[in-house]
């Protein structure tokens, strides 16, 4: 990773899905691209989150409820339609936060 035929590998890597914002790499962790600084940060905060919650559902050893994919599709629609606005105020209150 100390040259720029990594990154030339893992953007190749990502032609397989150009819409992908988030690539999971073998033993490297994950890497997200986005339009914003502020939209990258939240797709990172949240998959984090959603990976936090799994694992301490799937520790629960309970069957986990799969949402039904009519569900799934209004909800992606829904945050899609501000998606934008959302990534830059949650950005913009941590950096508040933080006296930036």
């Not at 100390?2 to 690539?23: M, V």
């Not at 994950?30 to 799937?58: H, N």
Request: hydrophobic share 40%; net charge negative; glycine share 6%.
């Amino acid at each position: 990773a100390l040259d720029e035929s990594e990154g030339e590998r893992i953007a190749e890597a990502q032609k397989d899905n150009p819409d992908a914002d988030i690539l999971f790499l073998d033993n490297h962790g994950v890497s997200v691209g986005a339009p914003t600084v502020a939209l990258a940060f939240d797709e990172l905060y949240y998959l984090e989150r959603a990976c936090r919650q799994q694992a301490i559902a799937q520790s629960s050893g309970k069957l986990l409820k799969i949402l039904p994919d009519n569900v799934i599709r209004e909800t992606n629609r829904q945050m899609m339609q501000q998606l934008d606005w959302s990534a830059e105020n949650h950005f913009g209150a941590l950096m508040r936060m933080q006296g930036l």
